[in-house]
């Protein structure tokens, strides 16, 4: 009884919650490797995208609720989506038809369209924090949990609940859909090879009639979809607060350089590790070595390997000694 009960603890504490929280880094992986591979050069202002799309996606949200539209009991958030997706896609474009392009023109070296992107990281941060403020939003609605800690209690009789939110389960479903949906288009389509062919050999791609500017304006079409969905499932599991999504970039490209960077599956499997380290340094020990250890042996305190204030340093350590001892992650991406 007590194995169950640690096994229903270490599920409900760190299993569930770094998976979800592994997929939404997952997605947001994705988008920075999908534009160094292909437009070659490390966006910064990634996370503060993520920012936006979600804002905009928050805005409708509130401006359905207030005419009485609601998907039951799913988020209504998930209606908005596809206006926050189009309203982060118009903001990108802007930004690059206004800044990238030129740049792009005078063949700046990648260092230079970083030090760029950080400016217009800033420039989309105030942006945001205008729009919506500084304060914490919460926009989630619907049902609360898919099973509660009580209900798994009175159904099993152990003396540890699981608590499955649907906000978790959610995160899981629609970033499998939106992954599947990647890969399928990269793989597939014309437009989705002619991207990979782009990020293999450019000059070899424009010699084979491959138009560059189009390469261009799907790649950001895409990346403002993967940057919205993943800061919307976000701010469903853990609210939304501006300043958040901006310290979200240290893991997001952390998962990206883990995985390999360049490499889209390697960028879901980078999501996964950040997620689980971060979750399982910082997760107090305390009660799964309770029902496993003999009283004698129960540590006296929380048995925090590092408390949840410096989960980030968690990344930024993995980072380093990815970066120190393997630079090309674990799928060989492009070395950093």
Do not use: C
Not at 232 to 258: C, E, H, N, R, S
Not at 315 to 326: D, E, G, H, N, R
């Amino acid at each position: 009884m007590d194995l169950l009960n640690a096994i229903v603890a270490l599920l409900n504490f760190v299993i569930v919650p770094a998976t979800a929280y592994g997929a939404q880094l997952a997605l947001g992986a994705l988008g920075v490797t999908l534009i160094y591979g292909i437009l070659r050069f490390s966006n910064f202002a990634h996370g503060d995208t993520m920012a936006f799309g979600t804002t905009i996606t928050i805005l409708f949200t509130w401006w359905f609720q207030s005419l009485g539209v609601s998907l039951g009991p799913l988020p209504t958030a998930l209606l908005a989506l596809p206006f926050g997706i189009a309203g982060a896609a118009l903001l990108m474009l802007g930004t690059d038809r206004v800044v990238y392009r030129f740049y792009r023109a005078q063949k700046a070296v990648p260092v230079i369209l970083v030090i760029v992107s950080m400016g217009v990281m800033f420039v989309y941060n105030g942006l945001v924090r205008f729009i919506i403020g500084v304060d914490e939003q919460r926009f989630d609605d619907g049902d609360r949990f898919i099973i509660s800690a009580r209900d798994f209690k009175e159904m099993t009789g152990l003396d540890e609940g699981l608590a499955l939110k649907s906000t978790q389960a959610i995160t899981l479903v629609v970033a499998a859909i939106a992954v599947a949906l990647l890969f399928w288009f990269l793989n597939k389509t014309r437009t989705g090879k002619s991207m990979r062919a782009f990020s293999d050999n450019e000059d070899l791609a424009l010699l084979s009639g491959i138009n560059p500017e189009r390469v261009v304006v799907v790649t950001w079409l895409i990346v403002a979809a993967l940057a919205t969905v993943a800061g919307t499932l976000y701010g469903l599991d853990k609210g939304f607060k501006p300043f958040v999504y901006f310290q979200l970039l240290l893991p997001i490209f952390a998962a990206a350089i883990v995985g390999g960077l360049g490499s889209p599956l390697g960028a879901i499997a980078g999501g996964f590790v950040i997620a689980y380290s971060e979750v399982m340094i910082t997760y107090a020990w305390k009660k799964v070595a309770g029902y496993l250890l003999p009283e004698s042996l129960e540590p006296d305190g929380l048995a925090q390997l590092l408390s949840t204030d410096y989960k980030f340093a968690v990344s930024f350590a993995i980072l380093v000694v990815v970066l120190l001892f393997k630079p090309t992650g674990l799928f060989k991406g492009q070395s950093v």
